[in-house]
């Protein structure tokens, strides 16, 4: 079982940055596929970005290629979501969660097994 536990969220102006850190518990946090989502009020959950096991494979939705960057350091069981140029569309509830289906990330959102509880991310214009 792994338990996930999300910080770094805040209030940024447009084209601020911030950085959100995703720590997990347990011996095998290496051995699952872990991903950012995120849900706006009104919509649907949206998954952000995902990286492989070893962070050598990641893949970003289209809204935000090229603005968020995602990492993970596996000797500290945390991952990472660095998030630039934000736009007031990015303003929603961030989550991590971790796919031990999957060696890299090519799983749906049901794949995802263990959830954190969300950190607030709020872009002012």
């Known amino acids: 079982q792994v338990q996930l536990v999300e910080s770094g969220g805040g209030l940024v102006q447009a084209g601020g940055s911030l950085r959100l850190s995703c720590a997990a518990s347990?011996?095998?946090?290496?051995?699952?596929?872990m991903g950012w989502f995120r849900q706006a009020p009104g919509k649907e959950r949206e998954i952000v970005a995902a990286?492989?096991?070893?962070?050598?494979?990641?893949d970003y939705a289209d809204s935000v290629k090229g603005r968020f960057t995602i990492s993970r350091d596996n000797a500290k069981n945390t991952v990472y979501l660095q998030m630039n140029s934000l736009k007031p569309e990015d303003t929603a509830v961030y989550s991590c969660?971790?796919?031990?289906?999957?060696?890299?990330?090519?799983?749906?959102?049901?794949?995802?097994?263990?959830w954190g509880q969300g950190t607030q991310v709020t872009v002012s214009s």
């Open positions: 969660a971790a796919d031990g289906s999957h060696s890299i990330p090519v799983g749906t959102t049901t794949d995802y097994r263990y």
């Open positions: 347990g011996r095998t946090f290496s051995r699952y596929v």
């Open positions: 990286i492989s096991w070893s962070g050598a494979r990641s």
